[in-house]
């Protein structure tokens, strides 16, 4: 039997984002391509000092002895990645997501084990499509030490771990003037980040290209919209009673929108498509009372005081 012990390590998960349909579209294909962009992250991560633990289906584990050259890695990776995905059609790139946590581990023979292994992959799951997603940890040991800029995410829940895990996105390419406009991220707002060594900047995360399945999301919602509104009229009876599950519809689809924006704070406008929904009931069951303001003005203190925070 394997020995097992514990041992304190750098854990990196990635996947990719929106393999099933991938394989759906063109199996062939996409496992020769899913091979060529693990060749290329397995060499990148050998020659940082790591060594890849495990793969299975679109999914690898590696670990690594630096936490900082597990961030540099995954940066390399990216961008790596990011070239590569230029040259291929927008329906057909493999955009990885990748999440790194610094954290114990169970060692059993050469595979790991553990909250630490866990918390890496519910931060790779948050990541966007051709993204980083560190926690705290790692961030304490790489701000100062890595050319890319970080936005705090908040606290990340993660199973069988009590308290919420403090969690940065990595902005590749911050600052840098070789990336192409329409595809360099908005910088994040200002943490503490410094270059103690130059990283390609060959390509950057292509994470504000919105999804093929988030345009196919709009695109049902929008027929469904449209279907509510003439049935309303068509069975009119002196009543617009489609303009409440309209917009319902219009906030859900804001929210999935969000979700894959870099122009704003998703979290930000997260509230703001809220408060844009509420002065929308106020409007469509107006009796002379704007009672909206009163839940605005507590989403604007919410606004306020996560901005002062951040500072």
Not at 160 to 181: F, L
Request: net charge neutral; aromatic share 8%.
């Amino acid at each position: 039997m394997s020995e097992t012990r514990r041992k304190l390590t750098t854990i990196f998960c990635a996947d990719v984002q929106d393999y099933t349909r991938l394989m759906g579209a063109d199996e062939e294909g996409t496992l020769a391509t899913l091979k060529r962009c693990r060749e290329a992250m397995a060499h990148l991560i050998e020659s940082h000092g790591g060594r890849v633990v495990n793969t299975w289906g679109d999914g690898l584990i590696a670990e690594f002895p630096s936490v900082v050259e597990a961030v540099r890695a995954a940066v390399d990776t990216q961008n790596e990645l990011a070239g590569f995905n230029a040259r291929r059609p927008s329906d057909g790139r493999m955009l990885f997501r990748i999440g790194i946590n610094l954290g114990d581990v169970i060692v059993e023979g050469d595979d790991i084990y553990g909250d630490g292994v866990n918390i890496a992959a519910r931060l790779q799951a948050s990541a966007a499509p051709g993204g980083i997603v560190i926690s705290s940890t790692v961030y304490d040991q790489v701000r100062n030490k890595v050319a890319v800029g970080f936005e705090f995410l908040g606290p990340l829940m993660v199973k069988n771990v009590e308290e919420g895990v403090p969690s940065y996105a990595v902005r590749i390419g911050d600052g840098s003037d070789e990336a192409p406009p329409a595809e360099r991220p908005v910088a994040a707002r200002p943490q503490p980040a410094a270059a103690t060594r130059p990283q390609p900047a060959a390509a950057v995360m292509t994470e504000a290209r919105p999804a093929p399945g988030g345009r196919k999301l709009f695109a049902v919602l929008g027929v469904i919209a449209v279907m509510l509104i003439v049935i309303n009229l068509l069975s009119w009876e002196g009543v617009f009673w489609a303009r409440f599950p309209v917009l319902a519809l219009a906030v859900v689809a804001a929210l999935a929108w969000n979700r894959g924006q870099t122009w704003f704070d998703r979290k930000f406008a997260t509230l703001a498509i809220v408060a844009l929904g509420i002065i929308g009931i106020n409007l469509f069951t107006w009796s002379g009372t704007f009672w909206a303001v009163w839940p605005i003005l507590g989403i604007a203190a919410m606004i306020g005081l996560r901005g002062s925070m951040r500072r």
